[in-house]
């Protein structure tokens, strides 16, 4: 079994967690069957790292790990392979898959244009 | 003459400005002779008030923002109305929309998720 892990950054607000909500809510309608969860990099729960132990106690055999940035930053290039090297020695058995950050994707780009232009 | 200003909010690495500049041309492509400007909170150039200055250089009546950020936090609640009542002073004649943040739209959102969810 496969995971999916939607990676954000986090902030001090509850109600940032929202639209990383609706993207889980929405994944889980393309694939019912496989695990997603979200995790953050710091001030949201819950932390990347417990999302991994969750979907390994779940005995997920590889983890697409979904970073919700527009642009790979430091956070991207540094902080989460530095997450990963840590959690691929506690989990020895995972394979992890990091995708293109969202914000690269022509698709998402596309729909983030056509709101630009809305009522402009 | 309204305007666009695509707020992101910046980062060290120069490779980070690439996806905005994705967006301002597929904006470009749907509104051709709408004026469309990056503009960010810091560490990348333009910062929004130079654009700003720009596009009124330009003689716009309406410029509307919208942020490139996939919840609102801290920056687009607090420090964008904070920059834009700056603005508001130096530019009487404009009038400011403070767009929803790009990440709260639901064909975003979809998108996301299909991207989520490709090879997983």
């Known amino acids: 079994m496969n995971g999916i892990i939607l990676f954000g950054h986090g ?3 509850a109600e940032y ?3 990383f909500r609706r993207i889980q809510a929405a994944v889980a309608r393309l694939l019912p069957t496989t695990p997603v969860e979200l995790g953050f990099l710091e001030l ?5 790292e417990a999302s991994i132990a969750s979907l390994a106690m779940k005995g997920v055999k590889k983890i697409r790990i979904v970073p919700i940035f527009f642009a790979p930053g430091r956070h991207v290039l540094k902080d989460l392979p530095l997450l990963l090297g840590n959690a691929m020695d ?3 058995g995972i394979e992890f898959e990091i995708a293109e950050c969202v914000g690269m994707v022509d698709e ?3 729909a983030m244009a056509r709101h630009a232009v809305r009522g402009a």
């Open 11 to 13: 902030a001090r607000n």
């Open 90 to 92: 506690r989990h020895a």
């Open 17 to 19: 967690v929202e639209p």
């Open 44 to 48: 949201t729960e819950p932390a990347l």
């Open 108 to 110: 998402v780009i596309e």
